[in-house]
Each structure stands twice: as C-alpha cells, then as structure tokens.
C-alpha cells in the first residue's frame, strides 16, 4: 500500500466511523501528510470530488505503519516501533474529536439518563482512533480452564509490543535528570502529549495524541475516565486522580468507588492493593480499573455467611475462592461503606502467626491491606474485599503470599486486581516456551529438556505432565498444555491467599471474621 491510497482509505475510514465529517476530507489528507513529514504525493483527483469508499478490508494498522514507514525515511521520525506509533497516534490524534467535543457528549448521554450510551459512544470512539488496540488485542491467547473454584480465565499476552532493543540502549545514555513530565503515564496531563524517544531528556514516554479523557466527578474531586490500550477485558476502563498522588486504601478510596458505579452502574471498578508486592505495577499514582465484566471471582460458591455487629443491614459471605475474599452485600450505601471500612482497618491490625499473618514489623512498616471490588446488585451494591499480606521470609524472598518459586516458570509477577478476581495475564515469553515444551512432550524425549533454554524452566511440570496424561498425542497435546497452565493459576491465586482451605486456614479465617 503506498502513501496516496494509505492515506485516502483512512480518511475514508475515519468519515465512516465518524471521527470527523465528509467536509474534512482534503485538510484529513493533507494533516496526515504533514504528521509523515512530507508534502506530497496528491490525492486522486476522483477522490476529492467523490465520496467514501467501501469499507472492504481496511486495515488501520496497515494503513498507520504505511504513514509510519515515509516518515522514518523522510527524516520526520526515528526507526524505531515507537518512531512509527508517534506518527501513527500524531495522525489518529488529529483525525479525531478534541476531548472538549467528547466530553460533551458523554456529559449530554448521562444527563439523559444513558450511562450505557455514554460509555458505548466513548469506547467505540477510543476504539476506532486505535487508541484500544483491537487489532492487538486480538493477538493475545485466551481460554478457560475448569478447576476446583470455576472456569479460570488464562490470556497469554501478546497485545504490548516488545521493548526494541536500540530503544533500550539509548535509554541506558540519558542523564536520569530534568523535570519528568507527564510524571507518569496515569497522570490526566498524558492527553495529547506527542511522546519522545528513549534518547531524548527524560527517557521514553509513549505517545498520547489520540488519548481521550472524560473527566468525572468523585467525592467532589476531578477524576478521568480512560480506556485502556491493552485491555484485558470487556470495555477495560481506569478511573485515575487528576493530582498525581500515591494510591491508598481507605475510607475515601471506597467513596471513589461506590461514587463510580453510581456514575456507571453498569461497570464494575476495583483497586489494586496499596502495598508492594500485593499491590499493582503502578502505586504512585491513585486509579481505580473497570469495566463491563463478570469476572471468575464473582461467579464464586458461597463457602459461609456471616454478619457483623452493628452492621444488620450488610450482609457478609465468605466466598469459595483461592484468595481470601469477604463479600460484604446491602442496600444501603453508607452502611456498606462503613462495614467495608470497618473490615479493612480491623484487617490492618491483623496478626496470626499460626498461619504467617503479620500485621507491622517492629518498625511500623505495615503488610496488611486489601484489593477492594464495587458493583451494583440490583438496587443495592456489593463490595468484594481480597484480604492481602506482603510478608516475606527466607523461604519465600518475594512473598509469602505470592507465587511460589514452584509456579514461576508460568507466572512470576505481582498478583494484582486483576488476577485476584481469577482472569491470568501471562507473559508472552510462555508462547516460544510452550511450544519448545509441546515438541519434547511429542517427541517422547526428555533429553535435552533441561538445557534447552526455552524449555529448562518447565522441565518438572512437562515429566509431570507427561506421566499424568499417557494419551497425549498431536491432536490433544495443545489442550493438554493450556490444562496444564490453568491449573497452575489456579495454584498461583492459592498461593496468595492469606487463609488456606485447609483446617488450620478455615480455623484461623473464623477467627478473623469472628473478630468483626
């Protein structure tokens, strides 16, 4: 595909997604000529005066690489991945409404009474800029994987490009000095910003031309609502602080949260833990994740209900589930909330050697706190509360409630508010490193299974399941693996939980929810 017809079928494309109007055309073509660094060739003389094309099979990744590609080569942009996707989200940031239209028309649909319209409008809109990557997205690995606490949601991620190697050397020369800006990549101030190389003062940041952020009001304070690039799931959502300040669990982090699904029934919104190690990948900057999903975690068996003094009205469930998860029920928000409020400081306070629970060290530093979930139930709210501990010991460095060293062949990071509501998100190294697996398994030859460097890794779980699966064959050896690997989620999310299911963990959990 060369420049003329790159350009012309994505104007065409942007007029039928309505991105921007059919009076737009020629400036269209001639905006993404000056985004490629360049000021020519013209367009077909036929395409100016008709009107759109078919849509066909218009490829918005095709056509952005096509841009990307004449701009590396006229200079107006480094070779590199990143050096293309800056043209590329140069060209869909100015082919696209200004947050000003957008947040009109979100703000127009609630005022009607259309949450759900206004959150359609918006995703749709993030989607067909490219700032949610659908042709990315599309790349990751998903299935289910039936254990003992439900269907399991697996994803292998394949959605992230992979950081080019030039990129990261240049980094490595750049003075760590000079104002940082945005701060982080959560911070409202990303909206537009045209990114910068990895060489370039400040390191690299990713390009935010065609982000869109509708602020939101919480608990009387400006927020903004986002869609995340990379989503993991349905109409994945981030609620994140117009301050750049570091995430927190408490009472008004709650507020945030039942203030959201009152904003958008329809989604649900939760946190990552506030603690290293428990916590997400990003704790300095305060933000909430959402969407519109029904996760593993809330599909969960109820193991035992309870209530709690003082609270009549808040029903409490201790839920079948690997993690130690409380859901506390009600229709009455303010006494919802307090329960919640409630359930986390007496959680703060928390000690059980008998099962390696401990609240602070001598010192003060605090490990106990939790990933809180809020959705609508009817008309009434439902709060799940993970009960979360970061403690660490000689036997296990990185937690004593994360993944153990046994499952690190599958999943070595932190378990955050995703996978703690039972959806895995895997590290792309796993598709080159199953495949090696699938052909020792075929092959019926261990030999070289512990040098191979893609393979050493998952040396004992590949004879493990090699002896429990005798039938394995060609045809069934790919469900056999991804079995294999849910399972093994399965073991990581019982590996982070803080009371077992077994007698000393329902002895010492009892003794917790008593204490409420």
């Avoid at 140069?90 to 947050?99: H, N």
């Avoid at 349905?234 to 008004?252: G, L, Q, T, V």
């Avoid at 660490?392 to 499952?407: C, K, R, V, Y």
Wanted: charged share 20%.
């Amino acid at each position: 595909m060369d420049l003329r017809e790159s350009i012309q079928e994505l104007v065409d494309y942007c007029v039928r997604c309505g991105l921007i109007g059919m009076e737009d055309r020629v400036w269209a073509y001639n905006t993404a000529l000056e985004c490629a660094g360049v000021k020519r060739p013209a367009p077909n003389g036929g395409w100016v005066l008709g009107g759109t094309q078919a849509d066909g099979n218009f490829d918005l990744e095709t056509a952005l690489l096509a841009i990307g590609n004449v701009a590396v080569v006229a200079g107006a942009e480094e070779d590199t991945a990143s050096g293309r996707d800056r043209v590329a989200m140069r060209v869909m940031g100015a082919l696209m409404p200004k947050p000003s239209e957008v947040a009109a028309r979100f703000r127009a649909l609630l005022a009607a009474g259309n949450p759900r319209g206004a959150t359609d409008g918006f995703y749709e809109m993030c989607c067909d800029a490219g700032y949610v990557r659908r042709a990315a997205i599309a790349r990751n690995v998903k299935w289910k994987t039936a254990t003992e606490w439900g269907d399991l949601e697996i994803t292998i991620n394949l959605s992230k490009p992979e950081k080019d190697p030039r990129g990261i050397a240049a980094a490595g020369a750049v003075p760590a000095d000079g104002e940082k800006y945005p701060a982080c990549q959560l911070c409202i101030e990303n909206e537009g910003y045209p990114g910068r190389a990895a060489a370039a003062a400040g390191g690299s940041h990713p390009a935010r031309q065609n982000l869109r952020i509708v602020p939101i009001e919480l608990v009387g304070e400006c927020w903004g609502l986002q869609y995340s690039p990379y989503a993991y799931f349905n109409e994945h959502c981030i609620a994140m602080s117009a301050r750049h300040r570091p995430m927190h669990i408490d009472r008004d982090a709650l507020k945030h949260l039942l203030d959201f699904v009152d904003l958008l029934p329809h989604y649900f919104i939760g946190s990552n833990a506030d603690l290293p190690i428990v916590g997400g990948s990003i704790l300095s900057h305060d933000h909430y994740q959402g969407g519109d999903h029904v996760f593993p975690m809330m599909r969960a068996e109820v193991a035992q209900t309870f209530a709690m003094q003082g609270f009549p009205s808040v029903k409490g469930e201790v839920l079948l589930w690997p993690l130690s998860v409380l859901r506390l029920q009600s229709g009455d928000r303010s006494k919802l909330l307090e329960a919640c409020a409630h359930v986390i400081d007496a959680w703060r306070g928390w000690s059980d050697e008998a099962v390696g629970v401990r609240a602070h060290d001598a010192d003060g530093t605090p490990h106990n706190t939790v990933t809180p979930v809020v959705r609508r139930a009817g008309v009434g709210y439902e709060a799940y509360l993970a009960l979360r501990c970061n403690v660490t010991s000689e036997q296990n460095p990185l937690g004593d409630f994360h993944p153990h060293a046994q499952w690190h062949h599958i999943k070595r990071e932190n378990i955050g508010l995703i996978e703690v509501m039972g959806l895995a998100i895997l590290p792309a190294r796993l598709v080159r490193e199953l495949g090696a697996v699938k052909e020792y398994l075929l092959a019926g030859d261990f030999s070289g299974l512990d040098t191979d460097g893609l393979s050493a890794s998952h040396a004992a779980w590949a004879r493990e399941l090699a002896v429990a699966h005798p039938e394995l064959s060609l045809d069934n050896v790919d469900a056999i693996l991804r079995e294999g690997v849910g399972q093994v989620f399965g073991h990581v999310l019982e590996d982070a939980g803080v009371f077992k299911w077994d007698e000393g963990g329902r002895v010492a959990q009892q003794r917790f929810v008593d204490a409420l």
